[in-house]
């Protein structure tokens, strides 16, 4: 309670630091909170939130899905050939070193402007930072404990069940944190580039109408949902970690 009363005092400073600056700068450039609250209030009432909300969390959730999925697999299997990942290494660092944003014009080309091509964004996004912690998680196994494992007649099978996977975890999470606020910016930006619906929309279309409430208003949101599924995961982790300290 005392932590999230602290958390809710930070919250209402930054927000009362917002309001007061609103009078010192022009509101054209940085709206103010209370104009943001009614706009975000207008948008629920009329249906616009939740409708442009649902596209945005659709792109983003699967993006999600499919790039951490693929990023756990691609991880765990070179973690466990090292050889493998020796000889894969320049090609996948090359690819991460693309600009994401760069290949959004390709996936338009390849998937249409309709959903695929925000699934397909995030998903490039979230797969390589979930690859690179799952893939640095089973390289950094304790080597003591699988010795220990084959000692005893462990199979292979137990030794990655038993050892690799729960060392492995936590690293994993970690890479998963990191993606969800990037498979949102994957989702938002294929928007913001080929969409008429979704809070990438609205982002863009506010802007072009000089709007900075809207622009704010949709911002704020996509904040909140990072949070919102950040903290998710963090329960989510504590369940499937209570083993650990």
Not at 136 to 145: C, F, H, T
Not at 167 to 172: E, I, K, P, T, Y
């Amino acid at each position: 309670m005392r932590l999230w009363l602290w958390r809710s005092l930070l919250i209402a400073v930054l927000l009362s630091s917002w309001e007061l600056l609103s009078h010192v700068i022009d509101v054209f450039f940085i709206s103010r909170p209370s104009d943001v609250a009614v706009r975000l209030v207008a948008w629920a009432l009329d249906g616009t939130l939740m409708f442009n909300l649902w596209i945005t969390m659709e792109a983003a959730l699967w993006g999600f899905v499919v790039g951490a999925a693929g990023g756990i697999v691609a991880g765990f299997l070179l973690g466990q050939a090292p050889k493998l990942g020796k000889v894969a290494d320049p090609v996948i660092v090359a690819l991460y070193s693309l600009p994401k944003v760069a290949l959004a014009p390709v996936f338009i080309l390849w998937f249409g402007i309709g959903l695929q091509s925000k699934v397909a964004l995030a998903g490039i996004t979230v797969f390589f930072l979930v690859f690179f912690n799952t893939y640095a998680g089973v390289r950094e196994v304790d080597r003591d404990l699988v010795d220990v494992m084959r000692i005893i007649g462990a199979s292979r099978t137990q030794i990655i069940r038993r050892v690799v996977i729960p060392s492995a975890l936590g690293w994993v999470f970690v890479g998963l944190k990191v993606a969800v606020p990037y498979a949102l910016i994957g989702a938002v930006v294929g928007e913001i580039i080929a969409s008429n619906r979704g809070l990438g929309y609205l982002v863009q279309h506010s802007a072009s109408q000089f709007d900075s409430t809207g622009v704010f208003a949709a911002l704020f949101v996509l904040m909140f949902i990072a949070t919102a599924l950040n903290e998710l995961l963090n329960r989510l982790q504590g369940r499937l970690m209570r083993w650990r300290p």
